[in-house]
């Protein structure tokens, strides 16, 4: 019978079941809990045919709303931000899914240079994002969804002109209502927003270029 999420009086929400003590592969102590399973996502690697440009991108850290920002997992039902239990993201998004977007643009074969805003390189723009969603969103039937909206504003570097901004959403059913079915959906929404991320950034930043 499968396992289903169930959300106690407090909103938190709880499996229906505890694995086995042998899988969890460390002993534990009485008393002590369980850690909670992690979770990740991953870069996009797959694009249709992009421009190709000679310029260098710098990537900033998103940013995000302060309610999500948490490596626990959030699940919103109408207005209340609730958090799956005994689950949690490898890292806070922010810190997850910038070098997402990183890898994203190195594998799209597009680019000369993309790195992130430490490195040393004088980029020609630099890429700056704001996950605006990154949550499951509860249903009146089925499964949850999974919603991934990021805004993005390219600068032209070293003068910081804004050449262009975005906003980029989409939202993605899980297959199931468990875990691993809902970061499954997640990672579907977040390589759909990422591919257009990278699609509009070369796309923006080659009429720059241009322009400039």
Known sequence: MRNRARIDRRGLIFMGAVLP?????????????????????TPK????????????????????DRSIDT???ARMDGVEVEFYAD????????AMIQPLIIQSFRSSGAIAVVTDRRSEVRPDFMLQTDIIAFQAL???SGPPEARVVMSA?????PRR??????EIGRTVPAA???????VAAFDDALGKVLKRLVEWTLVTGKAGAVAT
């Not at 003590?21 to 996502?41: E, I, N």
């Open 71 to 73: 490596t626990r997992i």
């Open 21 to 41: 003590a042998l899988a969890l592969g460390a002993c534990q102590l009485p008393g002590q809990s369980a850690p909670p399973r992690q979770f990740r996502v």
């Open 138 to 140: 509860q249903v009146e």
């Open 153 to 157: 504003k390219l600068i032209a570097m």
């Open 45 to 64: 690697t797959t694009f249709d045919e992009l421009p190709q440009v000679d310029w260098a991108l710098a990537v900033d850290r998103p940013t995000i």
């Open 161 to 166: 002109d804004v050449v262009g901004t975005t």
């Open 87 to 94: 689950a949690a993201w490898v890292d806070r998004p922010p």
């Open 176 to 182: 199931a209502g468990d875990l691993p079915a809902i």
